[in-house]
T-cell receptor, first 113, second 113 residues
Framework: DVKVTQSSRYLVKRTGEKVFLECVQD?????MFWYRQDPGLGLRLIYF???????EKGDIPEGYSVSREKKERFSLILESASTNQTSMYLC????????????FGQGTRLTVV | GENVEQHPSTLSVQEGDSAVIKCTYS??????FPWYKQELGKGPQLIID?????GEKKDQRIAVTLNKTAKHFSLHITETQPEDSAVYFC????????????FGTGTKLQVIP
């Protein structure tokens, strides 16, 4: 059974804190993604990675960075958390190639107070 | 970049009726159109997809149609059941580049028993 696992289901952090969201996949996928989900806005791409140590900005990268030191792990970093980063964060992975399915983690609900 | 619009944002149907969700996309290079279902507390999961060389695809009670000329694609659910209640996302993926998946804003479907 394929799996994308996010380290936390719920997180509460204070404004200004550095926050790490971790994601691990066991499918040996090349591509990994971080999305943010907000009501009425759908899934917006923050960053994606197509290989180890490689990353590309998505549609809303401001205030975020990422790290991919190993193929199976993709981390999202909030350098200095702000209240407007309160959201649901979803990690996904996908095999390289056309028309391949994306597999999602269960999501991390982050609240910044 | 690609822009995917999805309608309606909410949809209520009686059990046994049909439900239709419509999406439009902007990038003519997109050639893969998956649909994802997100149940409460879970990440999105692929339910059906269609490629640009096909006009229609069916899987039991679910069907998807694609009109490449008009850049429209739709999800049809027949004989709806309470377990169909969820948020549905359409998406579009281009054939080239990093094949970034762009999602619609989501439709919350409620099936009333």
């Amino acid at each position: 059974d394929v799996k994308v696992t996010q380290s936390s289901r719920y997180l509460v952090k204070r404004t200004g804190e550095k926050v790490f969201l971790e994601c691990v996949q066991d499918m040996d996928h090349e591509n990994m993604f971080w999305y943010r989900q907000d009501p009425g806005l759908g899934l917006r791409l923050i960053y994606f990675s197509y290989d180890v140590k490689m990353k590309e900005k998505g549609d809303i990268p401001e205030g975020y960075s990422v790290s991919r030191e190993k193929k199976e792990r993709f981390s999202l970093i909030l350098e200095s958390a702000s209240t407007n980063q309160t959201s649901m964060y979803l990690c996904a992975s996908r095999r390289q190639g056309q028309n391949t399915e994306a597999f999602f983690g269960q999501g991390t609900r982050l609240t910044v107070v | 970049g690609e822009n995917v619009e999805q309608h309606p944002s909410t949809l209520s149907v009686q059990e046994g009726d049909s439900a239709v969700i419509k999406c439009t996309y902007s990038d003519s290079a997109s050639n893969y159109f998956p649909w994802y279902k997100q149940e409460l507390g879970k990440g999105p999961q692929l339910i059906i997809d269609i490629r640009s060389n096909v006009g229609e695809k069916k899987d039991q009670r679910i069907a998807v149609t694609l009109n490449k000329t008009a850049k429209h694609f739709s999800l049809h659910i027949t004989e709806t059941q309470p377990e169909d209640s969820a948020v549905y996302f359409c998406a579009a993926t281009p054939s080239g580049g990093y094949q970034k998946v762009t999602f619609g804003t989501g439709t919350k479907l409620q099936v009333i028993p």
